[in-house]
């Protein structure tokens, strides 16, 4: 019964590299939600994506980032060009279905930009 | 000034003690209220989850909701060092489109043996 799945848990990058994060839904979940926790703050929403649609971007940066969530796979989240500043912990959540459903995060990814 | 403001602590309390955590907010749309507790190096893990006014309870965890106020309460009976976490609250309005949560900064606990 696993949860949501995100890997690396871990990942280095020198400035200018790309990274790629992925995130694997809990079972007979079709939403997927990216949020960042910058050092000593809050999570922030970046982007809301159901299979093969990107729903909302609205916290998105509006360079250098994009995600997707393809029907077969995992959802990735693709940095490009990576600056210090992208340093952070990266949470995917994933929901049942749409609306004001619960949503159930996963262990994270920590991008450190060298 | 943010939108959900909660005191970054840290709060410190014996073993035993009623835990009081609390988040304020601006934005009056907000219909849905969470706590999440977030242990060092971990994704948040959903504690309560409330829609509007009212008291929520689950075992010794009690979520509070004034929405006069826009001000929102999490209590701890009998608090245990495994409850020493970082707690966040967290918000959404109701909307078709999706749950897209504003979050506090979140409350660091520290219950001492």
């Known amino acids: 019964n696993a949860g949501v799945m995100q890997n690396p848990r871990h990942l280095v990058r020198r400035r200018g590299q790309e990274a790629r994060l992925r995130c694997s839904p809990m079972?007979?979940?079709?939403?997927v939600y990216w949020y960042r926790q910058l050092p000593e703050e809050g999570l922030k929403f970046m982007v809301y994506?159901?299979?093969?649609?990107?729903?909302?971007e609205s916290g998105m940066p509006k360079e250098r980032f994009s995600a997707e969530f393809p029907k077969e796979g995992p959802s990735i989240l693709r940095i490009q060009q990576v600056v210090r500043g992208d340093s952070a912990a990266y949470f995917c959540?994933?929901?049942?279905?749409?609306?004001?459903?619960?949503?159930?995060f996963g262990s994270g990814t920590q991008l450190s930009v060298l | 000034q943010k939108e959900v403001e909660q005191d970054p602590g840290p709060l410190s309390v014996p073993e035993g003690a009623i835990v009081s955590l609390n988040c304020t907010y601006s934005?009056?749309?907000?219909?849905?209220f969470m706590w999440y507790r977030q242990y060092s190096r971990k994704g948040p893990e959903l504690l309560m989850y409330?829609?509007?006014?009212g008291n929520k309870e689950d075992g010794r965890f009690t979520a509070q909701v004034d929405k006069s106020s826009k001000y929102i309460s999490l209590f701890i009976r009998d608090s245990q060092p495994s409850d020493s976490a970082t707690y966040l609250c967290?918000?959404?309005?109701?909307?078709?489109?999706?749950?897209?949560?504003?979050f506090g900064g979140g409350t660091r606990l520290m219950v001492k043996p």
């Open positions: 959540a994933s929901s049942r279905a749409g609306g004001n459903e619960k949503l159930f």
């Open positions: 079972k007979g979940h079709s939403h």
């Open positions: 994506l159901q299979k093969e649609n990107i729903i909302d």
């Open positions: 934005n009056s749309a907000f219909q849905y």
């Open positions: 409330t829609y509007s006014s």
């Open positions: 967290a918000m959404s309005i109701s909307n078709n489109a999706g749950n897209m949560l504003t």
